[in-house]
């Protein structure tokens, strides 16, 4: 028995560990998928990694406006999309962190992650700063109910209220019975996935001084130790977000007892194919003018609710 | 029962002594505040001793009153709204002291202790009162004692104006609870609540349901019973505004929770009229709220979407109790009590933050404010922990409450049926949006008025706050804080004044939510694990910092050097995509004169966002009331004799009715 704590234990650790190690692998591999589309050779895929080691390796210049609140705020995101990171299921691994209700505090803990940048952002007084706080509010805002009213259609699915039991029930077969629904939810998670993590047709990553931004803008002013956490912060976030659309929405997994370490391996392959089609989406799109970004948006939390009309008419089962 | 009683009394004997001393203002503030602080904390420990140990007093007392009886009683649900009733009113005192003060020299010090005391004393009675005579009276003692607070600035046409409309929406309110009790009175033979409860034919139920939504809801902030509430938080002074938004609108929640347990078994209609007005009050609140540029009319909306959350979790619970669904019930109305105690705690901390902005930098209007936190860090930590709460952002108590109402919804959409369950997602959808628009609303007010650098030279020399204005913030910050990492331990406190709200047991309460409240437990966890990461990395980053160049250069310009205070982003320019996306709602004025031509002028901007149902909707009814009456004006033509004639005529009248009557 007391083995078979430890072993469930142990599981439940595999994610977080492989999440802390692998997250900017993605960037790296969107990196690539880019360079690649465009015919370039593009960065090593451990580009993201030399970045980091980079940053934690110099020190900081601070700008005379700013106070405690910019030093904290990029401590205080990370440690909260690591705490993020707990409460999701991976493979056929539940996470170490799970109750019902975990994915309102999943949803909370990547808000007390935004406020920390915006208000950082805000702190340094620069206009450019504050133009981009400014949207990541607005477009956050219209993401929550996507994402919420998405999950909810997942729970009445799964009669399940915990991330790890909707994963644990989310099985082939049960998948075939709803495939409608879930794929509807999928995709509603799809474009939550872009818009949070500032992609491309949102926000575009590369264009660091253009008007254009979001993400990128916010964190202009930092630099050094900060700037690693911040990056390392979003890279947790992309791969969280991920995490949650295959752990929960897809059944990608044998799901046999002794299957875990393929589901493990499932998992992560599917998670690079996600980065992958993150790469393909910002090769193949332009970025949406920003009047129209409320607008997919607001397309997402549609088919959320679409799912859930299926859900509850029944006219798939 | 001598406790709260006792603290009532020293209300008012501080607040008379307050008066009487008005000539001298050291002497009438220390009399008035100490009467405040005195029984604010008897009543304190009173309403706390209740509500920790669950027990319930009693007392009757002879009461010379047609239908009236000094009925009172204490039991957790009275409890757990005198907690805000007593505490805001102390903590509030403290900021009351320099504020009254500072303005001595205009006015006396003694009126405005007075009605504050006065204020303290009917709110306390209305929460411990049993009957439904002595609830009106202590009622309206609550409401014109407040009416004289809103209206400390009367010179001023605005404050004037703002206390005509407060007067008249509380008494149109008063009108409606006149009626439901009438009604009750008439069903039941008594207005003592023992004996209306159990004693309302279900079929008289809806009607004073309704009545009780109107009247207690127009106190609460209900949309659109709210128009008040923007016009007078604003015009009162902030430490009043502070206990009328934290305690005095809970106490209009509480007429509502206190008619819940009189009348008999909801009907599910009951679920969708609050649920409706729930998310109605909700985001019309909020997106209110993100469009002001007055901090205080900002918090003022931002209570109408408290209450609408507030709203909404009863929603869930009366759901939960008209479909038989007992954790339904239990969580819905555990998640709205507990909503009231954190919007009182955090809602309180951010009127009295407003209060020391308007006493230091001598404007509450967020655009031309800017760098406050680095001349007052500490009032700034505790705002921020205050904002932070409202946006219901864990590890603070602000979570823990919306947790449950979400847990309730997320219950109904998964194990009721079809209507029920849309019910519940449009709950969830609501409380999602909201949640998100509030995080735009309190970045934009936190992040504008106390971070970047001074827009104006008012906001550059901003003086020190006075101790006394801020001490009472951080107590409240604190409670945040605390509340919020014991969350689940709080839930086990409100528990049982839930217990008369689902008719159940309160003993067997606790095993029947114990799955959706345990989670609390984990949640703390989770915080924990989260306070545990960020000095982790607080450490990782001093070590990796420690010996490096660490400097201090000027805000990155993109090249630019010229940049001044004035090219910051405002509070209007933050939220002005979200207003033109939710443009359809909000009735946006914006003037611009434009900087054309090869010399330009001076060029000007300004934009307002006004609530149009006041306008649309009151004004209009207001005035064909007033067309139809004024047809009856020439009934008092201004001469005496006539009047008496009419005294004469009704006295006629009258008498041969009674003949007639006693002759049948």
């Given at each position: 028995m007391a083995g078979g704590l430890f072993m469930t234990l142990a599981k439940s650790l595999i994610h977080p560990i492989l999440a802390l190690i692998f997250a900017p692998l993605m960037l790296g591999v969107i990196g690539r998928t880019k360079a690649i589309l465009a015919g370039r050779e593009g960065p090593p895929l451990a580009q993201p990694y030399h970045d980091l080691r980079k940053l934690l390796g110099k020190g900081a210049v601070y700008s005379r406006t700013t106070t405690w609140i910019f030093r904290a705020g990029p401590m205080i995101g990370l440690a909260s999309t690591i705490v993020a990171v707990l409460l999701v299921p991976f493979g056929s691994c539940p996470a170490p962190l799970a109750f019902p209700g975990d994915l309102i505090l999943f949803a909370y803990l990547l808000g007390l992650a935004r406020l920390c940048t915006v208000l950082a952002a805000l702190d340094t007084g620069s206009a450019f700063e504050g133009m981009g706080a400014s949207r990541e509010v607005l477009f956050s805002a219209l993401a929550e109910p996507a994402l919420l009213l998405g999950l909810a259609a997942v729970a009445r699915e799964t009669r399940s209220l915990s991330l790890s039991g909707m994963q644990a029930a989310q099985t082939l077969s049960a998948?075939?019975?709803?495939?409608?629904?879930?794929?509807?939810?999928a995709v509603a998670l799809g474009v939550v996935l872009l818009s949070?993590?500032?992609?491309?047709?949102?926000?575009?990553?590369?264009?660091?001084?253009?008007?254009?931004?979001?993400?990128?803008?916010?964190?202009?002013?930092?630099?050094?130790?900060d700037l690693a956490f911040i990056l390392y912060g979003a890279a947790l976030k992309m791969w969280a977000l991920a995490a949650l659309l295959i752990g929960t929405v897809l059944p990608i997994r044998v799901g046999l007892p002794y299957t875990w370490p393929v589901d493990v391996a499932l998992s992560l392959a599917s998670m690079l194919g996600i980065a992958v089609g993150v790469g393909v989406v910002e090769s193949t799109m332009a970025r949406l003018r920003m009047s129209r970004v409320p607008q997919l948006l607001i397309f997402a939390t549609t088919l959320s609710t679409l799912a859930l009309v299926f859900e509850f008419g029944g006219l798939i089962r | 029962?001598?406790?709260?009683?006792?603290?009532?009394?020293?209300?008012?004997?501080?607040?008379?002594?307050?008066?009487?001393?008005?000539?001298?203002?050291?002497?009438?503030?220390?009399?008035?505040?100490?009467?405040?602080?005195?029984g604010g904390v008897l009543g304190l420990y009173a309403a706390l001793d209740a509500l920790v140990f669950g027990t319930t007093a009693s007392l009757r007392l002879p009461w010379d009153v047609p239908y009236g009886s000094f009925s009172i009683a204490i039991d957790p649900l009275s409890a757990l709204f005198a907690v805000p009733v007593f505490g805001l009113t102390a903590l509030a005192a403290f900021q009351g002291i320099p504020s009254l003060l500072a303005a001595s020299d205009r006015r006396s010090v003694g009126p405005p202790w007075f009605f504050f005391n006065l204020m303290a004393a009917g709110l306390a009675m209305v929460v411990l009162a049993r009957n439904g005579v002595l609830f009106l009276v202590a009622w309206e003692v609550m409401a014109l004692a407040s009416y004289f607070l809103v209206t400390i600035e009367h010179r001023r046409a605005e404050v004037r104006e703002a206390g005509r409309t407060y007067?008249?929406?509380t008494h149109l309110g008063t009108a409606s609870l006149l009626a439901m009790f009438a009604l009750m009175g008439r069903h039941a033979g008594s207005l003592d609540f023992d004996a209306i409860a159990g004693n309302v034919p279900a079929e008289a139920a809806g009607v004073l349901f309704l009545l009780a939504v109107v009247g207690f809801g127009t106190k609460a902030g209900f949309a659109p019973f709210h128009v008040w509430l923007p016009e007078a938080y604003p015009a009162a002074p902030s430490f009043v505004a502070a206990v009328m938004s934290g305690a005095m609108s809970k106490v209009g929640l509480y007429g509502l929770f206190r008619t819940l347990t009189l009348l008999p078994d909801a009907s599910a209609w009951w679920a969708w009229t609050l649920i409706g007005l729930g998310i109605g009050s909700g985001l019309w609140g909020i997106l209110h709220a993100m469009a002001q540029g007055d901090y205080k009319r900002l918090l003022a909306f931002s209570g109408v979407e408290n209450v609408g959350i507030v709203a909404m979790g009863m929603g869930v619970g009366l759901l939960g109790v008209a479909s038989k669904a007992p954790v339904l019930a239990v969580l819905g109305f555990a998640g709205a009590l507990f909503h009231v105690l954190n919007h009182a705690t955090f809602k309180g901390l951010l009127f009295l933050s407003a209060g020391v902005i308007e006493a230091t930098a001598g404007t509450r209007e967020i655009d031309l404010l800017g760098g406050l936190s680095r001349r007052m860090p500490a009032v700034s930590a505790a705002t921020l922990i205050g904002s932070a709460a409202i946006m219901g952002l864990p590890p603070l108590n602000g979570f823990a409450g919306e947790f449950?109402?979400?847990?309730g919804a997320f219950r109904t959409e998964m194990v009721l049926g079809s209507p029920s369950s849309a019910l519940a997602l449009a709950v969830i959808g609501a409380l999602a949006l909201i949640g998100g628009l509030a995080a735009v609303t309190f970045t934009k007010s936190f992040g504008i008025v106390f971070l970047g650098s001074p827009r104006t030279e008012r906001a550059a020399t901003a003086s020190r706050p006075h101790p006394m204005m801020a001490a009472p913030m951080f107590v409240l910050a604190a409670a945040c804080v605390l509340v919020g990492l014991a969350s689940d331990r709080v839930v086990g406190v409100i528990l049982p004044a839930v217990a008369p709200l689902v008719g159940m047991d309160p003993r067997a309460i606790p095993a029947i939510v114990?799955?959706?409240?345990?989670?609390?437990?984990?949640?703390?966890?989770?915080?924990?694990?989260?306070?545990?990461?960020?000095?982790t990395l607080a450490i990782v980053r001093g070590l990796l910092l420690a010996g490096r160049d660490v400097t201090a250069s000027s805000t990155w310009g993109c090249g630019y050097q010229g940049a001044t205070a004035r090219m910051q982003y405002t509070g209007s320019s933050f939220v002005e995509p979200a207003i033109k996306f939710f443009a359809p709602f909000l009735k946006s004025r914006e003037s611009l004169a434009s900087t054309t031509g090869v010399f330009p002028g001076e060029g000007s901007f300004s934009a307002e966002t006004r609530d149009v149902s006041k306008d649309a909707l009151y004004r209009p009814a207001f005035a064909a009331v007033g067309r139809t009456l004024a047809r009856l004006r020439w009934v008092?033509?201004?001469?005496?004799?006539?009047?008496?004639?009419?005294?004469?005529?009704?006295?006629?009248?009258l008498l041969v009715w009674y003949l007639g009557v006693s002759a049948r």
């Open positions: 998948w075939s019975g709803a495939w409608l629904p879930l794929s509807l939810v949070e993590n500032s992609r491309i047709p949102v926000d575009d990553p590369n264009t660091h001084l253009e008007l254009t931004m979001i993400h990128e803008v916010m964190v202009l002013d930092h630099g050094g130790p | 029962m001598t406790l709260p009683l006792v603290a009532i009394g020293v209300f008012l004997g501080g607040g008379l002594l307050a008066l009487l001393a008005g000539r001298f203002p050291r002497a009438s503030t220390a009399s008035g505040a100490g009467g405040a602080i005195v007067l008249i929406a449950l109402i979400f847990s114990r799955e959706s409240v345990e989670p609390l437990w984990s949640v703390n966890l989770a915080s924990a694990l989260l306070a545990w990461l960020v000095v008092q033509g201004g001469r005496v004799h006539v009047y008496v004639l009419y005294i004469g005529l009704t006295i006629v009248a």
